[in-house]
Structure formats: C-alpha cells, structure tokens
C-alpha cells in the first residue's frame, strides 16, 4: 500500500491563518453594518496587521523549525515552562469562546434571515 504525502497549498495556509485571527464571522457582520466602505478597512487593516503578524510569525517558524511543539516550544525557550504552560493553556482555552461568539454571530443572523416572516 502505497500512501500519498498532500501538502497543503500557500493560498489555503494563508486563508487558514486569515481565519483564525481575523475571525470567520466578522466579514460578514463588517458587510452587514457597513456595506461596501468596509473594503478599505480590510486593506488597512492587511497592511497594518496581518502582514506584520505574518512576518513575526514567519521569523518564529524559522528560529525554531527543529522544535515540535508550536507555541509552547517558543515560549518554553523564552520564559520557561512554567509560562509557556499558561500561555498556551490561555491561547487554547480563548478558543472556547471564540467558537461560542463565532457560533452567535453566524447562526443566529442565518436563522433569522431563514426563519424570519415575510
């Protein structure tokens, strides 16, 4: 049996990345309050955020590219393993409530465009 290796394409790593900082639901809330002005915010906000971050992280994934462990192993060699476990642990758990907002803002404006009364 033979096994394929997939690789994962740079514009659905970058897409992925997009997602998990800037939020799924926030683009269309953005387009409900605001239309079409919110495109320049978009690309300031591009310039002025996700590209930085993109760079900071990219320069992370470099220094440490033999490490496997992703946020704590960058932690762990800068302040310990003590705040690496609470920095990851917060970075994990902030997940919990980002699902729960996510799920508020996405669903709750679908079932009301679904179920609402003509």
Do not use: C, D, Q
């Amino acid at each position: 049996m033979t096994h394929t290796i997939k690789k994962m394409s740079l514009i659905g790593l970058i897409l992925m990345i997009f997602t998990s900082v800037f939020g799924f639901a926030n683009s269309p809330s953005a387009f409900y309050l605001m239309g079409y002005s919110a495109i320049p915010w978009y690309i300031f906000s591009a310039l002025l955020f996700f590209i930085p971050f993109a760079l900071m992280m990219a320069e992370m994934g470099s220094a440490y590219r033999k490490e496997e462990g992703g946020i704590y192993s960058w932690m762990n060699n800068s302040v310990g393993p003590r705040y690496a476990f609470i920095g990851t642990f917060m970075w994990f758990s902030s997940y919990v409530i980002w699902m729960v907002s996510t799920a508020a803002k996405i669903w709750v404006p679908f079932s009301t465009f679904v179920l609402a009364p003509i």
